[in-house]
């Protein structure tokens, strides 16, 4: 009798030890299966969504007689869901040979706006796009050669060679322009409508607008085929009230996870061409450029899945043996639940 019950009590001590398991080693183990998926490419499978497969649909029909625009319209504080969000369509424009405008609605979106262009072209990655600096093809330019075939082949012609791991090349002010942050960006979204040189005489570089090829191409929001808000804020509904009401302006959203819901109905009016929603909003559309052979590999939204998921999967193993615990080990008829005696 008295073996018995040292078993039974040595059975609810492993039990209420579960329960009460120092809670830095929960930490620890969370940490280490975040790691994991940055060092080996776990590659949880990722079902893509309509929402998601209409801004791909729509910028895949796109070509170098079109432009986009990309505003980052958001703060450091959701750049983990945002900016790749931004790299995904950035890379699809530039692959199509689609002139890409960037703006930025807060004051610190200009830095995510020259972060996300800096990493699409950066030559340390294994898959880049690369730069040409507005100063560097002035004379290709004088000499009326802006087309981007024409342009590509004369600059290559000039002795250019594409570096072995580059996607292709990109000319500012042909394929991209950074106009960056202007105060009280709604009215500059206003603005706009009439002229972006108005609002924007010069880029973030100093780069005279008016010399651009792609603005000369595209000189106010009506001749823009769409324009993409990476919004952490309530900000990506200005693109609706002073693009997409007044002249009628395609407009895509990219928001954060918390914020998904609160914009469906924007896509169920048929307001907006689609919306990527948080992190896996952007993983979705890395997957679309994958299997489209638009990029050789998916990009940082995807693992940044594999890392989310793999976390989940542990709370939710945690919660598992913590009710178990609770139950086999009897603790569930020894507390009181308020209102009983």
């Not at 929960?26 to 975040?34: D, K, M, P, R, T």
């Not at 079902?47 to 958001?74: G, P, Q, W």
């Not at 973030?204 to 001749?223: A, D, F």
């Not at 939204?301 to 709370?315: N, R």
Request: net charge negative; hydrophobic share 45%.
């Amino acid at each position: 009798m008295a073996r018995r019950s040292r078993e039974v009590g040595g059975t609810v001590n492993i039990w209420g030890k579960m329960l009460n398991i120092d809670r830095r080693w929960i930490f620890l183990a969370i940490g280490v299966v975040s790691i994991i998926p940055f060092l080996v490419g776990i590659g949880m499978p990722i079902t893509t969504t309509t929402e998601v497969e209409s801004i791909f649909d729509y910028v895949n029909e796109l070509d170098k007689e079109d432009a986009i625009f990309i505003s980052f319209d958001y703060a450091p504080g959701t750049q983990a869901e945002n900016t790749p969000m931004a790299v995904a369509v950035m890379r699809h424009a530039f692959y199509n040979d689609v002139p890409v405008f960037m703006t930025a609605y807060p004051p610190l979106g200009h830095g995510m706006a020259i972060g996300a262009l800096d990493y699409v072209t950066n030559p340390a990655l294994s898959v880049f796009y690369q730069r040409v600096s507005f100063e560097e093809w002035a004379d290709f330019r004088e000499a009326g050669i802006t087309d981007k075939d024409e342009l590509v082949a004369a600059w290559e012609n000039d002795g250019n060679e594409l570096p072995e791991n580059a996607s292709g090349w990109v000319f500012e002010g042909r394929d991209f322009a950074l106009l960056g942050y202007a105060p009280v960006f709604s009215l500059v979204i206003l603005g706009m409508t009439a002229s972006i040189e108005a609002q924007y005489p010069q880029d973030t570089y100093g780069n005279p607008l008016s010399e651009m090829p792609m603005l000369r191409e595209h000189k106010s929001l009506r001749e823009i085929d769409l324009a993409l808000t990476t919004a952490g804020s309530s900000a990506c509904r200005a693109w609706i009230v002073y693009g997409r009401e007044k002249i009628g302006l395609p407009v895509a959203f990219g928001v954060t996870a918390v914020m998904a819901t609160d914009y469906y109905p924007y896509i169920q009016s048929g307001q907006i061409i689609g919306q990527m929603g948080g992190l896996r909003g952007a993983a979705e559309y890395e997957v679309l450029l994958f299997e489209n052979g638009i990029t050789e590999t998916t990009g940082k939204a995807f693992t940044g899945m594999d890392v989310q998921s793999a976390a989940h999967l542990l709370i939710i193993l945690l919660i598992i043996m913590g009710n178990i615990a609770f139950f086999a080990g009897g603790f569930n008829k020894k507390t009181k639940l308020k209102g009983r005696g």
